[in-house]
């Protein structure tokens, strides 16, 4: 099918951007990647009268992540940015791994990391961690930026927390807790081009015993309409040293939690076991990675 | 509604009237009449229409071509040299019996080019991994990875640009 017609516009500057998206409000999407906007209007499933092109804007492409300062990350980051970022890669593993698990190495490259939030499809790669490692989003309008984590950003399937002429500017990583880990699993079809059937991330930080946990927190992507943060794990494992049996009941209060549906993709049933399946392995992987840091 | 636009394409300069909804692949094809690059699924699935933008890996078909203004734009038909011969990554192609009806051959080489220019010395494992976006229906992906690999002996023996 062939796309509407629509006005295009390419600002250089964030202020020009937020003056566009004042003026033109709910009427204009934006373009970054466009590799979920530009199947939807092919499709015509949406059809807006303009589209601004956020790719001339430089300070939505810059990375800053500095020994000791978390990371601050322009919402038009590609995805194969994150995935071979170095500096990306030492902190923060769990991310650089899930966007490299994204579609294609075409897709990658195209896609940002804004996108794949904003787009708010529950099977996403990338909030699920962000959400693990406490990453707040930056919302901006011409009225100024707020701040809000990215679990509260993604209220539903295909729904975000954005007031009219609002975009998110970027994403704001706080720097690992030491003795911490993260770490990212899924599972698909197959290995590439598929989405997720399930996807999860446990961030996970020790008391300075080296033994017992402090905090943990479970996301799981996927298994409900927006990205689940567990509130069960934590309950159960903070202040714990970890056993065989707390990792059993944890996993499997996790898989309580989980609402997942039937699809195309996998069933239900099949998804709440693999939740305990991920579940397990990955509190036993954080809990390796954080006693060795 | 038309705008004229300028597009680099393999190093030349070209001038075209587009709409703002007008596909890079669409422009590229029809419009330059460069045929190499292929349109399979339109939908981001399958690679065929793969070219590089500024040396990275897109697809034409969900690439707006208005948006590609001041860029770098490189189709197959940029890749062999000018008195005809083959880029080595073609040459591995056709050396490898890679190609079978070659419909998926263009978009496969420019995201091997793209691999190989970020790193002369992959591993199969890797090659798969950034190879998964394009689809061939013909060759069972074998010869295509033993031709990637074998480009790449050349590529890290001789520097190829
Ligand atoms: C072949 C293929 C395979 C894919 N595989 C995967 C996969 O494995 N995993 C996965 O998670 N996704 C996958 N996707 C979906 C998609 O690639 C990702 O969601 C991607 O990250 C979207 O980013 P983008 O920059 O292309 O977004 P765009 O398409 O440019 O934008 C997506 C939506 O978000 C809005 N938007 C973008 N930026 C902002 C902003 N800063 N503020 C407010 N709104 C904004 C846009 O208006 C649009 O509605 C796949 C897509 C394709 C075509
Ligand atoms: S034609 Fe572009 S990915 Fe299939
Ligand atoms: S050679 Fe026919 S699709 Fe690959």
């Known amino acids: 099918m062939v796309m509407n017609h629509f006005e295009y516009f390419a600002p250089r500057t964030p202020a020009e951007t937020l003056e566009l998206l004042g003026r033109f409000g709910s009427k204009a999407k934006i373009l970054a990647g466009g590799t979920d906007l530009m199947i939807l209007m092919k499709n015509r499933a949406i059809q807006p009268e303009c589209v601004i092109d956020i790719n001339q804007v430089q300070d939505f492409r810059t990375i800053m992540c500095e020994p000791g300062q978390g990371a601050v990350i322009g919402t038009n980051v590609k995805l194969a940015e994150i995935q071979f970022s170095e500096a990306l890669q030492a902190k923060y593993p769990a991310l650089s791994y899930a966007a490299g698990e994204v579609g294609s190495a075409q897709v990658r490259h195209m896609a940002s990391l804004g996108g794949n939030t904003c787009n708010a499809s529950p099977a996403a790669e990338t909030p699920t961690p962000l959400a693990a490692l406490g990453t707040k989003v930056v919302l901006s309008s011409q009225s100024g930026d707020r701040e809000l984590p990215l679990e509260q950003f993604i209220t539903g399937v295909r729904q975000l927390g954005l007031n009219e002429g609002e975009m998110l500017t970027r994403f704001i990583l706080p720097e690992p807790a030491p003795r911490s880990a993260c770490r990212y699993a899924y599972m698909g079809r197959r290995d590439a081009m598929e989405i997720d059937s399930v996807n999860m991330a446990v961030n996970l930080e020790l008391q300075p015993d080296g033994e017992t946990i402090r905090n943990i927190k479970l996301v799981m992507g996927s298994v409900y309409p927006r990205p689940l943060v567990s509130q069960e794990v934590p309950a159960l494992l903070n202040g714990q040293r970890l056993i065989d049996e707390l990792i059993e009941t944890a996993a499997a209060a996790a898989q309580g939690e989980a609402k997942p549906i039937d699809d195309i993709r996998a069933t239900a049933e099949y998804r709440r076991e693999i939740v305990k399946v991920l579940a397990r392995r990955l509190i036993q992987e954080t809990y390796a990675a954080a006693k060795g840091v | ?161």
């Open chain 2, 1 to 161: 509604m038309k705008q004229l636009i300028e597009l680099n394409i393999n190093g030349r300069n070209y001038e075209v009237a587009v709409n703002p909804r007008d596909l890079l692949i669409d422009v590229i094809r029809k419009k330059i009449g460069l045929t190499g690059t292929k349109k399979g699924c339109g939908e981001g699935d399958c690679g065929a229409c793969t070219v590089l933008i500024d040396g990275k890996p897109e697809l034409s078909c969900i690439k707006l071509a208005i948006a590609c203004q001041g860029q770098k734009i490189t189709t197959i038909e940029g890749l062999a040299q000018e008195d005809g011969s083959l880029h080595p990554l073609q040459q591995s192609f056709v050396d490898h019996g890679a190609v079978q009806c070659g419909f998926c051959t263009p978009g496969m080489i420019m995201s091997s080019k793209a691999l190989l220019d970020r790193n002369p010395n992959p591993s199969p494992q890797e090659i798969k991994h950034e190879l998964s976006g394009n689809i061939c229906r013909c060759t069972g992906y074998k010869k295509i990875i033993e031709a990637v690999e074998a480009a790449a002996k050349v590529w890290s023996q001789e520097g190829v640009k």
